[in-house]
């Protein structure tokens, strides 16, 4: 009788280890790109979005600086970036707000926030609120913020003049695999006294509640993520772009921004791919007006009514860090 050779397939647990050590060497190959900017400020009424990388923001809403999920660092354990920081910690203004939208490393970064903690401090003499979701606070809560703020999907809050909505999103929460208890979201931020309203995602795979964010919210800016959507099985925690563009058109938001893209290498796609499927999907669908790709670093400035502003001059590059504070009115 012949004998019929059968090829064993590797445990899951060891494939996923293959992945992993193909990432952190690639993503050690490749030498650190990018130079930091100096942020533009937003001037009284207006909205401005600051790309510092990843799906790290400086939101300027309200009046009000606000960090969502600030990563600064150069290694997250054991993966590079790949990109430098938009702007750099000594750079920021006095941040009021910190929204973490779940407790994974590339988005809930301990060395980061201790630096914005510290900054602030010596900017203003105060330190910023924070908000996270439900089970995760136990890892800010001794940082020393000056407010913690806990939340679950579709809660409700008002602070510092401006009114935060936890979305849903299709993801997953835990830090250390084994503390399945954390819970993750989105945020929605408006300022109560009228202006442009923000939606960012957190991380997310395509799923329903784009379109309830859309019927309960209607935000005008979405901040969506493009990357780490390859191979196949990772869509079933993040969007491939064409689904981000699908969510972006189902929340009903008047511009679209990505994130997660560029920064860390988490897919197996190229890293450049995520962009420029991105832009075929908005060309083909007649919205490429309604995308803005930010380096990182940049600012989109948005009027009260929503229109776009022309740049600004960022902060003049001869002032210390010492004279900030004078230079965002807090001196």
Same mark, same amino acid.
């Given at each position: 009788?012949?004998?019929?050779?059968?090829?064993?397939?590797?445990?899951?647990?060891?494939?996923?280890?293959?992945?992993?050590?193909?990432?952190?060497?690639?993503?050690?190959?490749?030498?650190?790109?990018?130079?930091?900017?100096?942020?533009? @400020?937003?001037?009284?009424?207006?909205?401005?979005?600051?790309?510092?990388?990843?799906?790290?923001?400086?939101?300027?809403?309200?009046?009000?600086? @606000?960090?969502?999920?600030?990563?600064?660092?150069?290694?997250? /354990? /054991?993966?590079?970036?790949?990109?430098?920081?938009?702007?750099?910690?000594?750079?920021?203004?006095?941040?009021?707000?910190?929204?973490?939208?779940?407790?994974?490393?590339?988005?809930? &970064?301990?060395?980061?926030?201790?630096?914005?903690?510290?900054?602030?401090?010596?900017?203003?003499?105060?330190?910023?609120?924070?908000?996270?979701?439900? *089970?995760?606070?136990?890892?800010?809560?001794?940082?020393?913020?000056?407010?913690?703020? /806990?939340?679950?999907?579709?809660?409700?809050?008002?602070?510092?003049?401006?009114?935060?909505? =936890?979305?849903? %999103?299709?993801?997953?929460?835990?830090? =250390?695999? #084994?503390? =399945?208890?954390?819970?993750?979201?989105?945020?929605?931020?408006?300022?109560?006294?009228?202006?442009?309203?923000?939606?960012?995602?957190? &991380?997310?795979?395509?799923?329903?509640?784009?379109?309830?964010?859309?019927? #309960?919210?209607?935000? &005008?800016?979405?901040?969506?993520?493009?990357?780490?959507?390859?191979?196949?099985?990772?869509?079933? /925690?993040?969007?491939?772009?064409?689904?981000?563009?699908?969510?972006? =058109?189902? %929340?009903?938001?008047?511009?679209? @921004?990505?994130?997660?893209?560029?920064?860390? #290498?988490?897919?197996?796609?190229?890293?450049?791919?995520?962009?420029? #499927?991105?832009?075929? &999907?908005?060309?083909?669908?007649?919205?490429?007006?309604?995308?803005?790709?930010?380096?990182?670093?940049?600012?989109?400035?948005?009027?009260?009514?929503?229109?776009?502003?022309?740049?600004?001059?960022?902060?003049?590059?001869?002032?210390?860090?010492?004279?900030?504070?004078?230079?965002?009115?807090? *001196?």
């Amino acid at each position: 009788m012949k004998r019929v050779s059968v090829r064993r397939r590797r445990p899951f647990k060891i494939q996923k280890l293959e992945q992993l050590v193909r990432l952190v060497r690639e993503s050690h190959e490749q030498p650190i790109t990018g130079e930091p900017r100096l942020p533009e @400020i937003a001037e009284a009424g207006e909205t401005g979005i600051t790309f510092l990388g990843h799906s790290s923001f400086l939101l300027q809403v309200g009046g009000k600086n @606000i960090l969502v999920d600030p990563v600064f660092s150069t290694r997250l /354990v /054991v993966l590079r970036r790949q990109r430098a920081p938009g702007v750099m910690v000594r750079d920021l203004p006095p941040i009021d707000l910190v929204l973490l939208t779940h407790a994974h490393m590339d988005h809930l &970064d301990k060395a980061s926030l201790r630096r914005v903690i510290r900054a602030t401090r010596r900017l203003r003499g105060t330190t910023p609120e924070v908000v996270v979701p439900n *089970g995760v606070e136990d890892l800010v809560q001794w940082m020393g913020f000056e407010k913690l703020h /806990v939340m679950s999907w579709w809660n409700e809050i008002e602070t510092l003049g401006l009114k935060i909505v =936890m979305t849903p %999103c299709k993801h997953w929460g835990a830090r =250390m695999f #084994r503390d =399945m208890h954390r819970e993750y979201g989105g945020y929605f931020i408006a300022p109560t006294d009228g202006g442009q309203t923000v939606y960012h995602s957190g &991380d997310t795979a395509y799923f329903e509640g784009f379109s309830q964010v859309g019927e #309960r919210l209607r935000p &005008d800016v979405a901040l969506l993520p493009i990357g780490a959507y390859f191979p196949d099985t990772y869509r079933t /925690v993040h969007t491939s772009p064409e689904e981000a563009v699908r969510g972006f =058109m189902e %929340c009903g938001a008047k511009w679209m @921004i990505p994130m997660h893209f560029g920064t860390f #290498r988490l897919g197996r796609e190229p890293m450049e791919e995520p962009v420029e #499927r991105l832009n075929a &999907d908005a060309s083909r669908l007649g919205i490429t007006d309604k995308v803005r790709v930010l380096t990182e670093g940049e600012t989109m400035l948005l009027s009260r009514e929503g229109s776009v502003m022309a740049a600004r001059p960022a902060i003049n590059e001869r002032e210390s860090s010492s004279s900030l504070a004078a230079s965002y009115g807090h *001196g």
